[in-house]
């Protein structure tokens, strides 16, 4: 069973940094893509970043590009996102999915809150 | 970036009545190889957003029958043959033809 659980959300002050887990269980974490897509407060679904299966291929929406990196730890089974200079517009739930070569996001952990103010 | 608008934006449906929402694109979601990438999630209150439909018609594991994906190029549809009140939530269509991947701005469904 696939299993997808985002930590590491938070309130933090514009301009400063914070960093995302998302541990994943019940597949082959090495062999997935895998990404981290966001949702603002009553807002819709924003994709934010990809990672493929070994780190070789790495995209960003343009809103983050630049200031957050996504990266993954297969011995660990983790996928983190780290984000800098943050802004009040950054504030969203941040969901990890999963690539496959069915789908490109066929599962999704529950977020993590991420609230940037002052 | 490809523009996916879908309507209604917005949809309130006795159960047992039949629903459909309709999601186009600016652009073919037509691949080279004969792939169409286009995909249907269902986020429910509460929960981590779910994978209905992939490439365009295509039922994902444990998805009810009742779901259904149509379409091709520039406009699809998916359709509930009778909705039921655990179908509430926000319907967003996706599309991973082009990055960024970009979604619908999704529609509403609520049981009257």
């Known amino acids: 069973q696939v299993h997808l659980v985002e930590s590491g959300g938070g309130v933090v002050q514009p301009g400063r940094s914070l960093r995302l887990s998302c541990a994943a269980s019940?597949?082959?974490?090495?062999?997935?893509?895998m990404d981290w897509v966001r949702q603002a407060p009553g807002k819709g679904l924003e994709w934010v970043a990809v990672i493929s299966h070994d780190s070789e291929a790495i995209f960003y929406a343009d809103s983050v590009k630049g200031r957050f990196t996504i990266s993954r730890d297969n011995s660990k089974n983790t996928l983190f996102l780290e984000m800098n200079s943050l802004r009040p517009d950054d504030t969203a739930v941040y969901f990890c999915a999963r690539g496959s070569t069915i789908a490109t996001f066929d599962y999704w952990g529950r977020g993590t809150l991420v609230t940037v103010s002052s | 970036d490809i523009l996916l608008t879908q309507t209604p934006l917005s949809l309130s449906v006795t159960p047992g009545q039949p629903a459909s929402i309709s999601c186009k694109s600016d652009?073919?979601?037509?691949?080279?190889?004969?792939?169409?990438?286009l995909y249907w999630y269902l986020h429910k209150p509460g929960q981590p957003p779910q994978l209905l439909i992939y490439e365009v018609s295509n039922r994902f594991s444990g998805v009810p029958d009742r779901f259904s994906g149509s379409g091709s190029g520039t406009d699809f549809t998916l359709k509930i043959r009778r909705v039921e009140a655990e179908d509430v939530g926000v319907y967003y269509c996706m599309q991973s033809l082009h990055l960024p991947y970009t979604f619908g701005q999704g529609t509403k469904l609520e049981i009257k």
């Open positions: 019940g597949f082959t974490f090495r062999s997935y893509v």
């Open positions: 652009r073919s979601l037509l691949h080279s190889s004969g792939r169409t990438y």
